[in-house]
């Protein structure tokens, strides 16, 4: 357009920037997206495109493993649980987030409520506050040096190991202490209790955080016993 134009041959180097624009220009695209579906297995996400169902959703393919959607987290929960799937919504850090439904009787069979304490305090609030507490206390030993760590550093050991102590601790249903290499390849410790590894992940309840977490297990550089 520019040599439609001009009166003179366009200079080699206004050329040479305007190629450079043009080749760079779209490489890079943003769009909207209010909530997204992952997952391990890319077949169970085209199972789920296909449904004629999930039209609504609007859906739209990112990676193999990943799904964004216009509708929001809470609705694209509750539209795949009507699907007859499963999921569980997770936080931008990746936690699971884990809700409660609050617990409803019809006044005909509802208990007779037990009189209160006489500092008025609610059971379930002071059972929430130990559980805080009991948090608290295993945040703050975490920071102090384990058996099996040496040195005061996080646990370390090879990885062969660390799967097997970490199955040993979902078979036995104890807490384990973990050293993790975060994003940003920062080494921290975590006090878990393991619930399941696959997919190269481990879940698992972090005392630390008092949050259900997943790690990548190929960023856990050791596990001790508590």
């Keep these: 357009m520019l040599a439609r134009h001009s009166a003179t041959p366009v200079p080699q180097a206004l050329s040479y920037l305007v190629t450079d624009v043009a080749r760079r220009h779209g490489r890079i695209r943003v769009g909207t997206a209010s909530a997204y579906i992952r997952c391990d297995d890319p077949a169970l996400l085209d199972q789920i495109t296909a449904d004629r169902r999930s039209a609504a959703l609007r859906l739209r393919r990112l990676a193999p493993t990943v799904i964004a959607s216009r509708s929001s987290r809470a609705a694209l929960v509750d539209s795949l649980r009507a699907m007859g799937y499963a999921p569980v919504a997770e936080s931008l850090d990746g936690d699971v987030i884990i809700s409660q439904l609050e617990s409803r009787r019809t006044e005909a069979f509802a208990p007779a409520r037990a009189t209160a304490p006489p500092n008025g305090l609610d059971p379930e609030v002071a059972a929430a506050a130990v559980r805080a507490l009991r948090a608290g206390d295993a945040a703050h030993l975490?920071?102090?040096?384990?058996?099996?760590?040496?040195?005061?550093?996080?646990?370390?050991?090879?990885?062969?190991?660390?799967?097997?102590?970490?199955?040993?601790?979902?078979?036995?249903?104890?807490?384990?202490?973990?050293?993790?290499?975060?994003?940003?390849?920062n080494a921290t410790s975590r006090i878990l209790e393991p619930a399941r590894m696959e997919g190269g992940y481990l879940t698992a309840y972090d005392e630390t955080r008092a949050a259900v977490h997943r790690f990548a297990l190929h960023r856990i550089t050791g596990v001790a016993g508590l």
């Design 142 to 185: 975490s920071r102090r040096e384990p058996a099996d760590a040496p040195g005061g550093g996080v646990p370390r050991g090879p990885a062969t190991a660390t799967i097997s102590a970490l199955q040993e601790a979902i078979k036995q249903g104890v807490r384990v202490w973990i050293g993790y290499l975060d994003s940003q390849g």
